[in-house]
């Protein structure tokens, strides 16, 4: 009994980190010059004699030789379940500067495929290509005419197909838009291959191969990897949209150790065909709710999207767009401000946290009025909803953010890929609060 609990006061520690700048974001924000860990827990943080205590004769000393050691980053917003893509042809500017370089590579992987089966690719950027146009089917056909082909953009918002892509995922000349999500159409209305926002939900997503449990077991594993070597600790998956997504985390938590503590954003999407009242209401009948699960894995913020992107032009703007040839186009919403308010009750009144995805100062603020709406009408615990990506602020958008105590939770990767000229080519003169990444000190008076 006295030597248990020799041991459990005084244990000894596997490391020894020593001689270093230990950065601890104590309350006091204090750096520390030694640290003990044993297993995957800290032991003791603090100065030398201190930390000397836990050393034991089979303790690992680390000399850090004056370095910094910092906790572990969280990833606040990241799309794992989309990491099988890495597997999909590379269509990035970086691989693939113009049209004819994607079709060459798309060419490449449709000569290796039996024919029907789906060639998928990843990351083309219209405003960066040569042709400085989206690719479209007409591209495409001659090079897989008897293979479906879909490649998504860089942003992830918007998709291009050949025809029998279209036609797998139930697009035929005549198919209207879907509400909140336009196809780009030849001057006889016809879709010509581009769409974006809820044409993903309605036509792509249950169309296209689903990836298998192993795949998103191997997708997961190298995503945690990839992370970890960046200094990653715990990551937000920003959309849970289905069972095998949530299983594959469920199956590495049961594999310990799992690398990478993970908070499940889940997406309850508005129905198979975007209608209100369908199979998105089930999660709020769950019983569960943000924070449910351990420090492994739980659940974090329920997801829905708002309005359009910044790559395809979609987002949700006050003002036209500034490069818009007729001076109209305003982008387009996912969802009116009623169905907002009414999902944001529905989280409300049932103790989760919100993560509204929105892109241009309209779409921010209607997520904002949605919140407002629902803080009226149910009094919660004190929830602090966020908004995801919510590019494009003015003061007024600014200032209602903090009145509603609502956390920021951007991208600033997009500001690399679409460049200052694109921003503010599509914006103008109000994309000086874009990407606001300080206070508004700096704002002209
Ligand atoms: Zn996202």
Known sequence: MAQAEVIISNPTADTLFVNGKVVTVNSRDEIAEALSIRGRRILRVGKRPYVDQTLGPDTKVVDLKGRTLVPGFIENHIHMTNSPQRLWVDCSYAACPSISDIAEKIAARTRLAKPGDWILGRGFQSARLKDGRNPNRFDLDPISPNNPVGIANREGMGWTFNTPGLRRIGVEDDTPDPPGGPMERDLRGRPLGPMWDNTREVFIKPNLPKYSLDDLLEGYRWIAGELNRCGITTAFEAAIRNLPETAAWQRLRAEKPLSLRVVMGPYPVYGEK?????????????????????????????????????????????EPYSNDPIGTWRGSFRLSQETANEFMIKVQSNDWQAGLICHGDHGIMRGLEAIAHARKRVDNRDLRHRLEHAYLWNVETMDRMAELGVIWNTQPPLLEIVGREGVYGQWGDRARFAFPGSSRSSQPS
């Open 274 to 318: 975007w209608e209100a009242n369908s199979t998105a209401g089930k999660i709020f009948d769950t019983g569960l709710a943000t924070s449910f699960g351990d420090s492994w894995l739980k659940l974090g913020a329920v997801q829905i999207g708002i309005d359009g992107g910044v790559i395809g032009q979609t987002a949700a703007l006050q």
